[in-house]
């Protein structure tokens, strides 16, 4: 059984240019900006636009000053590019404001899941940035690792909506003191010119994110602690308003290629609603812990393993170990034809070797370049996926042997391979035979278990008197 798929370098865009966003009457906005023309050497442009107050260029970067406020810009990329200030992706510096007053810099999308109460449409999107929120928001961590800041990606909030090219916010706040402090100015300019000097083109996977609080928990983990990106993520309190022309809007805006939940902050009637119309879409749904098994793997391959499974047991939760990865990794931004195969060994053989020493048998599967898959149950499946035919053929004839030299621990083995059968000889303790010799009580039949002698009525009774010999036939013919 083979499959593949193409892996295909990305191509840099001809327009590379950014367009940061900053406003007169945003004190945090101000703070931003001047930083940005402290730390580089900017170039004043003329131009013609009743909208724009001052536009300074350094290298693929466009400082862009209006007067009113950001979230009030829909349809700001369109008059930019009429004033021949087109751009590939627009940053809005800006200030948080939220009550509890935390010193925290914060990035997020634009948006409206109902009514448009702050700036945008009912019911519409602006084109996320995943991959660059995600290097501003690491950059951001790094940057305030000193410092007395912490860093959060938001849930999608207030306008603009109205937007065609990719664009995101980057916040200083919460109150007046910390959108004007001088050293979170200088965290935001420069975590925006690390993280946009060049096109992003790495291939990472992008998921929709749906559930927990405003400031996205477990999202802001993934995002750290994984190699995904998140697009438009909806808190808790704004799913049970979601429809499904949203949820195709936030999976297009997002370039998305599958769904997070955020499953123990919603109801089980929320994640059946959202089941259903996620997958009429055409989009899967991924746990965190598939999230963190993808790691490291672009999402088109992790795909082609998943198809690949889910053709042999739908329900099955795919193990990539860290030596597949690496192989994987070779393939990356190159165009090589990747094959996916699967292997497989006797059902009751592993079955039989792995009630004896599960771990035994997972550690030499994670010592292999290869998938391998486990039942809801936590039992190991037969079935092993591949990118090489050869190689994951050698895999399987090898854990038949460390299957067999498990069962040889507990069995008289006889291995006959030109039939592919194994005969199991062993022991099994005889609750009648026990019965016969006048054992009765439960610690007694426990002593014999053990290998241990008992003595009733002086008469002393051995393990062997009260076991039977068995037999078992396994066919352990290696079949794909």
Sequence with gaps: MAGGIYIIASIQTDNDKVNIICSRQDPASQNIKNNLLKIKEWKPLDFKCSDVLNVYEYNNFRLVEIDSMHIY????????AECGFDSHIMIFASKHRSNDGRHILTVHYTGNTKEAKFGGHPMELAVAAPKVMRMVFNNLKILTNNENFEVSIESTHHGPSDLNIPSLFVEIGSSQT????????????DAILISCRFPDNEDIPIAVGFGGN??????????????????HIFPSYKLDELNDQIIKQAFECSNADFAYFDRKSMSAKQRERLYRIIEELGYEILRETDIREMDRIPWQIYKQFKKKVNEITPSGRIRITNHIKDEIKNYHHTRKYLTINLAAISHELLREAEKFDRNRIEAFLKGKK???????????LNIIVGIDKKYADLVMKKLMNECINILKEHYDIRYVKDEGVLYLTGRKFSPDLAKKLGITSGPQFGALTRGETVTIDKKVISPEMVYVI????????NTC
């Design 178 to 189: 910390e959108w004007v402090n001088s050293t979170a100015g200088r965290i935001v300019a």
């Design 214 to 231: 405003h400031y996205a928990t477990r999202q802001n983990k993934l995002i750290e602690e994984t190699t995904i990106a998140f697009g």
């Design 73 to 80: 810009q829909d349809g700001l990329d369109i008059r930019l």
């Design 470 to 477: 068995t037999e078992r036939v396994i066919r352990v013919k």
């Design 370 to 380: 290869i998938v391998y898959v486990e039942h809801n149950d936590g039992r190991l």
